[in-house]
């Protein structure tokens, strides 16, 4: 199993691609959705097993998702809250504001 990664490593490899700038925020959106939803889980004590059994996926599934190695659907963003006991909220940030 690979170690985890910070989001700078992570942002340091995307950013030495070509064209990297337009992919840079879907990346981080992917990687701030995985951590917030591994960091639940582990709260609540499941495993990605578990979790996904909850939610109809498989556990690579989780897994892929977890890393940010996926961008969720609305819908799948509701199963894993119901899920994880949470509610979901969207908003939309001003640019000047968005971190």
């Known amino acids: 199993m690979s170690e ?13 691609r070509p064209g990297a700038g337009a992919a840079y925020e879907a990346a981080k959106i992917r990687f701030e ?21 909850r939610t109809g996926l498989k556990q690579p599934a989780v897994a892929r998702f977890e890393a940010g190695g996926t961008m969720p659907t609305i819908p799948m963003l ?3 809250a119901e899920a994880l ?3 979901l909220s969207v908003e939309f940030q001003p640019l000047r504001k968005a971190g």
């Open 85 to 87: 006991e949470m509610r």
């Open 4 to 16: 985890r990664r910070t989001w700078a490593d992570r942002k340091s490899e995307i950013m030495s």
């Open 78 to 80: 509701e199963r894993l």
């Open 33 to 53: 959705l995985g951590e917030a939803v591994r960091l639940r889980r582990e709260q609540l004590g499941l495993t990605q097993a578990e979790l996904a059994e």
